[in-house]
């Protein structure tokens, strides 16, 4: 039996059962085993594949059940998806290898049957049965890109169909590792060296002139670097939110919505660890991750506090240089780093502008007359980003917008991202 198949096969289960995230499942997945490398990576992909591609998988397994798919149960449904995926996605697996590893993991009275539908589907030349493009759109976009369809209407109704596909298919790319350089202890061209010494490939980002691409699928931990602080993991949209904040040393700096806490450290970085960094929020058992993390960076003008950021505190405000506002958000905008997004209704955040623009209007009251404020999600809804920011400007004439933009996967090759910069003008 194949290890790196039979540990994704319980992470999938565990996932699903416990309603655990994927992402800390399999994190400690890796941790406990003593997988080698090329096992590690095999694991990973197998197992947000698997999650990326479910509704995909399950319409092949519909496809060819003659019995009736609903009597399939869970457990024999997630091998199903597993060798699936193997056999249609994965060239350099073996169908041979893909179809007896997952038949020798299925218990005894489901052989038979788990065999003959991943026989079927090579046989029938690995079709996959998506509905037609034109008769139904959502059908069809929700079956090739593995969307629910009340996602794919959402993003249908906003960006139009052929937007909408061009946007999912980039979300299917498995992003690269991207780096920010702690210019604190090394530059970038050093790190760069360094990493590229280990035997695996790595490149400076387009925009961020702190950021570095990581081309290899290797476990960021054992990145030359890593233990001695010499970067943090930040996509390059956040990174080039954070140089939107224009940090300076000196300055007093508020991170409203603070963890995991890779603004915090940007911006601290950006200040030369000169002038004082103040990152909140909700939860203190998060809070630590943040100060560990600022511990590593050799950070020393980060300091914490728990706090709901609706609600004010007299003694802030105009208190500060800069505030940053990266507000709790749908996540439609990191599909290919969170998939279970994918499945998720959007009628479950339609409440959330309202508690965005709460957090907005209350923190815009710590900017100091000249400060700058900043609001960013990582969602490509407008109802979230720009007509969050309307929303406060229209209320707000003590502030003016300076620059927004969104960034999209296919065209930037970066997390569906928004930022807005406002000035605080009297």
Known sequence: MSAPRKIAYDVLVRCASAEQYSNIALDTAIKRSALTPPNRGLLTTLVYGVIERQITLDAIIDNLCNRGSKSISFDVRTLLRLGLYQLAYLDRVPDHAAVNETVNMSPKRNRAFVNAILRAFIRGGKKIPIPDK??????????????????????????????????????????????????????????????????????????????????????????????????????????LCVKALDAKPGMKILDACACPGSKSFGAAIDMNNKGSVLSCDLHRNKLSLVESGAQRLGITILTTEERDARNQKEEWIGAFDRVLCDVPCSGFGVFAKKPELRYKDPAASE???????????????YVKVGGKLVYSTCTLLPSENEENVARFLGENNNFELKEQRTLYPDTDETDGFFYAVMERVK
């Open 134 to 239: 034109e008769k139904d759109a959502v059908g069809y976009l929700s079956v090739k890109y593995s969307f629910c369809p009340a996602l794919c209407r959402k993003f249908i109704d906003t960006f139009s169909l052929e937007r909408t596909e061009q946007l999912f298919a980039a979300f299917g790319e498995q992003p690269d590792l991207t780096l920010r350089t702690n210019t604190l202890r090394i530059s970038r061209e050093e790190l760069i060296q360094k990493i590229e010494g280990q035997g695996i490939h790595a490149l400076p980002t387009k925009e961020s002139d702190a950021g570095i691409r990581v081309c290899d699928k290797s476990p960021v931990t054992e990145l030359y670097g890593f233990l001695d602080g010499l970067f943090f993991v930040q996509d390059e949209a956040s990174q």
């Open 351 to 365: 409440a959330l502008p309202d508690i965005q623009l709460a957090i907005l209007k209350n923190a815009s009251n």
